[in-house]
């Protein structure tokens, strides 16, 4: 393996001086450690080697790496999720944390281990007291030498196999996105409806076009948005039914029904001169 390969990688993190599973691509794993998410992927991941798609020492370590062949490597803080500040920890009156949105509603209350955003840093509630609370604003894991039992299951080469890995990595999946190459370092992306109101799309299109300019050489990119008129399916299904009530749709119906149906259209028309004349 080499720097700018594209992979797609399974494996199972831990931390290592209590063995408690941070990550995982294998959903039996997950249920196995009580972490299982419904709704979650569990599936190999695509990755970019030597750009910080993942720890710099599991970086280091895939360069060594063969497709198909386990591999168990344990990485220090500083080269897994860096070393633990003492600095980054907070005490903070619970009044403050309650005046948070997600817990307004009065359905909700802090909870140790619950990650919470407080002026646009995420910290982790270690320690409720009375009236207060402890946030921890390090990474999660920081100063944890870490366990990586990994694979490397795929080695990407096809193309347009390598742009669905950075949307799926970029974004988290690929297969509302197409797009099609108008030349060899030029290419053009529709973009899916559900990214138009998706608040996270600003962050992630950026990443997106860093990864394409970076590792495939593309020079320009056009990412289009397509908003389609559904006029015309709309007056079509108006017609139908229109159709339905004219009496079109009742074409099978008895003789002796449609003559009933006729009668209070000919008793308008002789009712039609009576009014005029009382006018």
């Known amino acids: 393996m080499k720097d700018g390969d594209f992979i797609r990688l399974d494996f199972d993190v831990y931390v290592k001086e209590t063995d408690q599973l941070i990550d995982t691509t294998h959903e039996e794993v997950a249920k196995e450690h009580e972490v299982h998410s419904e709704g979650a992927q569990y599936k190999p991941i695509p990755i970019i080697i030597g750009v910080g798609h993942v720890v710099k020492g599991l970086d280091k370590d895939l360069l060594d790496a063969k497709v198909g062949k386990e591999r168990e490597i344990e990485v220090p803080p500083e080269d897994a999720f860096g070393p633990r500040d003492p600095k980054l920890v907070e005490v903070m009156p619970m009044n403050k944390i309650l005046s948070l949105p997600e817990f307004r509603k009065g359905d909700r209350y802090p909870q140790e281990g619950m990650e919470l955003r407080i002026n646009n840093r995420i910290g982790v509630i270690s320690r409720i007291f009375a009236g207060r609370v402890r946030l ?144």
């Not at 149906?261 to 001169?273: S, T």
Request: hydrophobic residues 30%.
């Open 136 to 279: 921890d604003f390090n990474k999660r894991y920081a100063g944890r030498t870490v366990v990586y039992k990994y694979t490397v299951k795929e080695l990407i080469k096809d193309r347009d196999e390598k742009i669905r890995a950075v949307f799926e990595s970029s974004y988290g999946g690929s297969d509302e996105f197409s797009f099609k190459f108008i030349s060899d370092d030029e290419v053009e992306i529709l973009l899916p409806d559900m990214v138009k109101l998706d608040s996270n799309w600003m962050m992630a299109k950026f990443k997106l076009v860093s990864d394409l300019r970076a590792h495939m050489g593309i020079k320009s990119l056009r990412l289009v948005e397509e908003y389609v008129k559904k006029e015309e399916e709309e007056e079509e299904h108006v017609h139908t039914e229109d159709c339905d009530h004219d009496g079109e749709g009742d074409q099978d119906a008895p003789e002796d029904e449609k003559k009933e149906e006729k009668k209070p259209k000919a008793a308008k028309k002789k009712a039609a001169p009576k009014k005029e004349k009382k006018e």
